[in-house]
């Protein structure tokens, strides 16, 4: 019998870990997080704490029936258009700041 106690597979090496947090769930200036400067600071947190992985899933367009569920998706390789940061556009200059509006309710 193979002493299994001494195999070591490559592909298990070296370990790591992270964080499961879809991006919605940090702040965000419109109404939910998106892909702007708090996912950037939020990468800096996790780099800062050793972490390796950042889980999001899905991040695809949610679906509408019922209840707008991001797993209910139409399409399994399109990005939703909520998680597009907004500030970060109009810095750039491609979208009107007047444009940019807080969520209303």
Same mark, same amino acid.
């Given at each position: 019998? @193979?002493?299994l106690?001494?195999?070591?597979r490559?592909?298990? *090496?070296p370990?790591?870990?992270?964080?499961l947090?879809?991006?919605?769930?940090?702040p965000? %200036?419109?109404g939910?997080?998106? #892909? !702007?400067? &708090?996912a950037h @600071?939020?990468l &800096? /947190? *996790?780099a800062?704490s050793?972490?390796?992985?950042?889980?999001?899933?899905?991040? !695809?367009p %949610?679906?509408?029936?019922?209840?707008? =569920?991001p797993?209910? =998706? +139409?399409? +399994?390789?399109?990005?939703?258009l909520? #998680? /597009? +940061? *907004?500030?970060?556009? +109009?810095?750039?200059g #491609? *979208?009107?700041?007047? &444009?940019l509006? %807080?969520?209303?309710g």
């Amino acid at each position: 019998m @193979r002493d299994l106690t001494r195999t070591r597979r490559p592909d298990f *090496l070296p370990r790591s870990s992270g964080v499961l947090l879809h991006v919605t769930s940090l702040p965000g %200036p419109h109404g939910c997080g998106d #892909l !702007g400067a &708090e996912a950037h @600071r939020f990468l &800096e /947190v *996790l780099a800062e704490s050793g972490q390796g992985w950042w889980q999001m899933l899905p991040i !695809g367009p %949610p679906g509408r029936a019922p209840g707008w =569920s991001p797993y209910d =998706s +139409a399409s +399994a390789f399109a990005g939703s258009l909520w #998680l /597009v +940061a *907004l500030t970060s556009i +109009a810095r750039q200059g #491609l *979208l009107p700041p007047h &444009e940019l509006k %807080p969520p209303s309710g």
